[in-house]
T-cell receptor, first 116, second 113 residues
Framework: SQELEQSPQSLIVQEGKNLTINCTSS?????LYWYKQKYGEGLIFLMM?????EEKSHEKITAKLDEKKQQSSLHITASQPSHAGIYLC????????????????FGKGTHLIIQP | DGGITQSPKYLFRKEGQNVTLSCEQN?????MYWYRQDPGQGLRLIYY???????QKGDIAEGYSVSREKKESFPLTVTSAQKNPTAFYLC????????????FGPGTRLTVT
């Protein structure tokens, strides 16, 4: 089973509308990272959240990590064509498993399309 | 400018040939990673290195090999033992191994026919 679930898988939003992407795990997220990817390109780091209840914003993008540190959301306000792309969440999940850290686990991504 | 470079952008090989993908960083990062990205599968970790001269297998290491002789470089060799090598390969680096954001290169698209 997927350790990090993203929803929705794809999203079509009219320009100017708000939207939210979710990232959920059944395990504790010791560090949660949001990235954006244009098709066929590398990932661009957006934000990192580490503390329960933490919220960070950059321009029109806000990311939150819930108090239990098992769910994060990415909210875009007044979407623009430049927001289109694939959004991926990555997390340090295995730190507490006793097996040592294994690097980031990634969700499958959310494809965001902005309609003019 | 500091960053991560991967070369080439596109790579074509015949089945049965080994191929090496380059990854270089000038960010002075200790940790480096190789991921594979397939449609609908997200990113999967192939190998990672926390420090020079040390590396560990990730989730899908079979058919791949790496070396970390220099801090700046972490080349990935896709061997003929990799059953389905056609994919988009991403290299990343971070200042430390846990609790640090990873910075990604532009990727190499490998096609094996």
């Amino acid at each position: 089973s997927q350790e990090l679930e993203q929803s929705p898988q794809s999203l079509i939003v009219q320009e100017g509308k708000n939207l939210t992407i979710n990232c959920t795990s059944s395990k504790t997220l010791y560090g949660l990272y949001w990235y954006k990817q244009k098709y066929g390109e590398g990932l661009i780091f957006l934000m990192m959240l580490q503390k329960g209840g933490e919220e960070k914003s950059h321009e029109k993008i806000t990311a939150k990590l819930d108090e239990k540190k098992q769910q994060s959301s990415l909210h875009i306000t007044a979407s623009q064509p430049s927001h289109a792309g694939i959004y991926l969440c990555g997390a340090d999940i295995n730190i507490g498993s006793g097996g040592g850290a294994d690097g980031l686990t990634f969700g499958k991504g959310t494809h965001l399309i902005i309609q003019p | 400018d500091g960053g991560i470079t991967q070369s080439p952008k596109y790579l074509f090989r015949k089945e049965g040939q080994n191929v090496t993908l380059s990854c270089e960083q000038n960010l002075n990062h200790d940790a480096m990673y190789w991921y594979r990205q397939d449609p609908g599968q997200g990113l999967r970790l192939i190998y990672y290195s926390q420090i020079v001269n040390d590396f560990q297998k990730g989730d899908i290491a079979e058919g791949y090999s790496v070396s970390r002789e220099k801090k700046e470089s972490f080349p990935l060799t896709v061997t003929s033992a990799q059953k389905n090598p056609t994919a988009f390969y991403l290299c990343a680096s971070s200042m430390g191994f846990v609790g640090y954001e990873q910075y990604f290169g532009p990727g190499t698209r490998l096609t094996v026919t």
